[in-house]
């Protein structure tokens, strides 16, 4: 082989400094690459920081108590949380839409910034658009909320009187000053039965024409005894039962003259007066007072109810307005029992009249009729809690547990501090009323 041929072998075969010539190559590669990634990690940080401030200066904007305008209030966020990249404040482009009503915010922001990239320039990518929306709503709604409290026999005592106050509190926290006018309650007490208004009973009582001006309780009926809809004078008037049925001057069936639904109210007063006014005695009439409590609700009763609002109950649709379904009970529900008179004749022959007893229907009926009250309320978009006073037997717990919507909306009280799951459930109201 020549000198020359030689030479070049040797130099074809050298393998020093390949290692060299690929990391020059790659190099520039390498960089950029390492470069972008710094970029877009700074872009995160940075995009992260945007994001949080058009959302809290969104909520500021949409708070029903703020005054300022709302683009001012958003772009204070937004340039406060910007305030140390005076190149990306530079090139912030702001946009604030705002939708302002009574008792409705609605804002909608979207924001901008040109984020100036160090090694990304490298390739041709001078600069990094982060662009960020967001939206914001604070509603205060219409609330209409049926209190319904167990007054039978077995709530004597200590108990009746921690109802009283627990029922007080909870009335005060719904209609302070600044829900008032948006916020009506039925306080509806019960024991065997539920004493309706004039107002109501002229519409649906049949018959003579003094049940329908006087207060009373009616009987909704046996063959749908879960009748929802507002019957035109087709219900029976329960009469006020004297000693001979009940043992006592007052009626098991039947709320005395003073315990009478207060519907659709915002006077607190009146609503106070009727829960101090409450007495235990009778029996429990569980599911006739469910439905009542959701019967205040429904919108087929709508005028006829009384009350402070003439437009309410609304529509189970109407967006605006929230529905509130309160059943209270220390007891198992009771079979209805009913009197009717007859006549007989003594030892001597002379005609005299008496009463009877005879069950309109049992217990376990009671059980499924408070089932479906519960049921049809759910279905039609009624929040609904239920408190277990000291109740016994799993029964009864399972009846209240299951009529609750919600697990977290039972409460099982075991000893007299009811006024804690009251204030619990106006708390719970309060945060609802208010969308944000």
Sequence with gaps: MS?????????????????????????????????????YSRSTTVSSELQSALD????????????????????????????????????????????????????????????????????????????????????????????????????????INALQDAAIEFVEIVLAADAAERTSISVIPYNGGVR??????QDIVSGNNNHRRQSGCVDM??????????PYRGMEFTEYYGSEQTGNSYSAFCPRNNMESEFLSQNEGRLRGLINSLRAEGNTGLDVATMWGARALDPAWRGNLGGSFSDRPASYDDRDTIKILVVMTDGEATAQIRSEEYTYYDWWGRERTGTRSYELYSARQARENMAEACDIADGNGVQ?????????????RDLMRNCANKPQNYYQVENLDIAEAFSSIAADINRLRLTR
């Design 3 to 39: 000198v020359l041929g030689r030479i070049f072998s040797r130099w074809s075969d050298d393998r020093r400094g390949n290692v060299a010539i690929i990391m020059a190559l790659c190099s520039g590669v390498l960089v950029t690459a390492v470069g972008g990634a710094l970029d």
């Design 384 to 396: 609904i809690y239920t408190i277990a006073f000291q109740l016994s037997g799993q029964t009864n």
């Design 196 to 201: 309706t208004p004039r107002e109501v009973n």
């Design 56 to 159: 809290s200066g969104a909520l500021a904007a949409a708070s029903l108590t703020q005054d300022r305008n709302p683009e001012d209030v958003v772009r204070a966020y937004v340039e406060a949380a910007l305030a140390d990249h005076p190149q990306l404040l530079a090139s912030l482009q702001l946009d604030v839409v705002a939708d302002i009503s009574l008792n409705s915010r609605v804002v909608n922001a979207t924001a901008s910034v040109a984020m100036p990239t160090t090694m990304l320039g490298l390739v041709g990518i001078n600069t990094l658009t982060l662009e960020h929306a967001s939206e914001a709503i604070e509603q205060v709604r219409d609330v209409e909320i049926s209190l319904v409290l167990d007054v039978s026999g077995s709530m004597g005592g200590s108990k």
């Design 221 to 230: 009926g046996t063959d749908y005894p879960v009748e929802m809809t507002l």
